[in-house]
């Protein structure tokens, strides 16, 4: 099962991400496998059915399973061809094998009925899944070219040049028929089971695109932390919860010290590599439950939920230590080290509107903190609520 997931999942990858001739060849190892399967259905329905076959024309039965069978053994030899194709960017490899594809499905179509369900689940699934994978010339071209054969096929069979489903004699009793109803089935199975694996992998990546999209929208993409949207979105959320839990919640805002002088110093990519770096500390220093965001240049933003002063400031100080501590490998094989001055403030909030005033306090905090020597937590007390 785990072996099936995995073709699964090549297949679909290959299908979606590879070139057309890549994506050529699954499609042609996907039919080579419903035709050998339909060819054996066959054979055993044509066995089984020996002796009741009055619906049937035998003769009708053995063309479908030489045409199923070499449609089978021509799917493998095209797949084969196309291992030997060298550019990815060759042009006929695809067309033929659409051309292909277009041609053996239609007499098949020509044998079980042209005005039958198959046709109906062909007609529609195929160029769906066609403009999915393909481009939109290359399905059109061999869709025309398909409704032009089976146009053909209808009117010949209308000038009564060709017989209807040649593969049922007696057409009263096609719905009796267990070759009929097994033809039908591997045809139409086999477009479903195309149509139900391309439109799978179709949600997938739709959906893995999204997530994408959302990362990169809520990301911050030098330091990989929340950006300041997603940050403010956070902030006013556990801002909320907890005025409606009646709990505390503390913030801090961290600024790195002379990081102008960073900067000029050792160049934009060293300031950029220490930055990460004050990013990674603050992830490592904080629990899981707490969030944290770049909030502006070399600005950051801790949001502490449910966290009185007294922890907060430990868990500040805590960041404080570790950021000075921590020996910061520069692209150019230099280490240096980096402080940060962080301005803390905690409140039971009361009412969403005192959000604003919350962080203004701890951006006074902050600058108390600058103004007071740096490399230091100050707490917002003045002209502020504590906890
Ligand atoms: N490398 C890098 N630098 C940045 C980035 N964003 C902001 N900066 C720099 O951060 C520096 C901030 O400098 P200032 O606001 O003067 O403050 P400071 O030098 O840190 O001094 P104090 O905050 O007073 O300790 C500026 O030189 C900005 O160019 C960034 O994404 N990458």
Redesign the pocket.
């Known amino acids: 099962m785990h072996q099936i997931t995995k073709i699964v999942r090549h297949l679909s990858t290959k299908i979606f991400e590879g070139s057309y001739v890549e994506k050529s060849q699954c499609i042609f190892v996907l039919i080579a496998l419903a035709t050998a399967c339909f060819s054996i259905l066959l054979s055993c329905t044509l066995l089984i059915t020996d002796s009741n076959t009055g619906s049937m024309d035998r003769q009708g039965y053995q063309e479908l399973l030489e045409i199923s069978s070499i449609s089978s053994l021509y799917c493998l030899i095209l797949f084969m061809v196309g291992n030997y194709i060298r550019s990815a960017n060759n042009r006929w490899y695809p067309q033929v094998c659409l051309y292909s594809y277009v041609i053996v499905n239609a007499i098949i179509l020509f044998y079980i009925g042209v005005f039958s369900i198959g046709t109906g689940i062909a007609l529609a699934g195929a160029p769906i899944i066609g403009l999915i994978i393909f481009n939109r010339r290359m399905i059109f071209s061999s869709l025309f070219s398909g409704l032009f054969i089976l146009l053909v096929f209808s009117v010949f069979i209308q000038m009564k040049q060709l017989d209807y489903a040649p593969i049922v004699m007696d057409k009263e009793l096609t719905y009796h028929d267990p070759v009929w109803l097994v033809t039908m089935m591997a045809f139409v199975g086999a477009h479903l089971a195309l149509l139900v694996l391309v439109g799978n992998a179709s949600i997938s990546r739709w959906k893995k695109r999204e997530a994408e999209v959302t990362f990169l929208s809520t990301t911050d993409p030098?330091t990989q932390i929340s950006n300041r949207r997603q940050l403010m979105d956070l902030f006013k959320m556990e801002y909320l919860r907890a005025a409606r839990s009646k709990q505390p919640i503390s913030i801090f805002l961290v600024?790195?010290?002379?990081?102008?002088?960073v900067?000029d110093a050792y160049g934009?990519q060293s300031?950029?590599e220490a930055?990460k770096s004050a990013a990674d500390t603050l992830k490592e220093t904080l629990r899981e439950t707490d969030l944290v965001g770049r909030y502006g240049?070399?600005e950051f933003l801790a949001i502490l939920p449910n966290t009185d002063g007294k922890a907060a400031v430990q868990v500040a100080d805590r960041f404080r230590r570790a950021l000075q501590a921590k020996q910061i490998a520069l692209p150019d094989g230099q280490v240096i080290s980096i402080t940060a001055?962080i301005g803390l403030h905690t409140v039971v909030p009361e009412h969403i509107g005192g959000l604003e005033h919350f962080l203004a306090e701890a951006d006074k905090a902050l600058y108390q903190a600058?103004h007071n020597g740096?490399n230091q937590v100050t707490i917002a007390l003045r002209n502020a609520q504590a906890v």
Request: proline share 0%; hydrophobic share 20%; aromatic share 6%.
């Open positions: 030098l600024d790195l010290d002379h990081f102008k002088q900067n934009h300031g950029d930055l240049g070399e001055s600058k740096r």
